[in-house]
């Protein structure tokens, strides 16, 4: 990545993601801007690493892989987004995910090595990452890989929709969703079929919001 010395681009990317609410002192003496490329590696698995990110644009996918050596997705984020990296650096477990980019795009960062002891005893920054923390938890927990595969996938293009478009790269989503391209292309196939989608220049557009959002919660069956 590339540290870019532009304070006051720097000072409208603290604002954006709104930082100064996530600690009870003033962040702008400790913050760092950055800029990646896409396949970039933010975090590594087993690789400590210098600094906590907050994504200010861009898209970026957190992965790990199973005993058979198998990528399994974990989270994705584009936009705004959370913390990433507070468990492996902030208690200096290593890293049990990757944290790699999908685009370029640009993160706020914060060394740990330099202002960590400042980050452990912040109260207000300690709570905020206990609830993304809970809040991570309770999303995989509600949406597992017990659910059918068009349940999880009806709640990932509500989640990942704009302007009730869904341009998401299917390779990955599928990946996401913990299952094969095949099946998931399948699945929309189905969607297409039945009148909830329909294919578009750019992705799938959303023709049935309430057919999707009845999916998503298990009160609509697909017959595949």
């Known amino acids: 990545m590339k540290r870019l010395n532009q304070p006051s681009l720097l000072a409208d990317h603290v604002r954006k993601c709104r930082m100064q609410q996530v600690f009870s002192f003033d962040v702008s003496s400790i913050v760092e801007l950055f800029s990646f490329r896409r396949g970039e590696f933010l975090v590594e698995i087993g690789v400590p690493s210098e600094y906590i990110y907050f994504l200010t644009s861009g898209e970026i996918l957190v992965y790990t892989y199973t005993v058979s050596e198998r990528l399994h997705s974990r989270d994705y984020y584009h936009g705004l ?75 990932f293009i509500i989640a990942n929709s704009n302007n009730d478009l869904f341009s998401f790269k299917l390779s990955t989503c599928a990946d996401l969703l913990d299952t094969s ?44």
């Open 81 to 155: 987004s959370p913390v990433i990296g507070e468990v492996s650096i902030l208690w200096g477990k290593p890293p049990s995910s990757t944290v790699q980019s999908l685009t370029k795009g640009t993160c706020v960062g914060i060394s740990v090595s330099q202002h960590g002891a400042k980050l452990l005893n912040d109260n207000c920054f300690l709570r905020y990452v206990c609830q993304t923390m809970s809040e991570r938890l309770y999303t995989s927990g509600f949406m597992t890989s017990l659910d059918p595969v068009e349940v999880r996938l009806a709640a």
């Open 181 to 224: 391209y095949r099946h998931l292309f399948r699945v929309i196939s189905k969607l297409s079929s039945v009148g909830i989608l329909k294919k578009a220049e750019n992705g799938y557009q959303i023709l049935n919001n309430d057919a999707l959002l009845q999916l998503s919660q298990g009160k609509l069956e697909l017959d595949m």
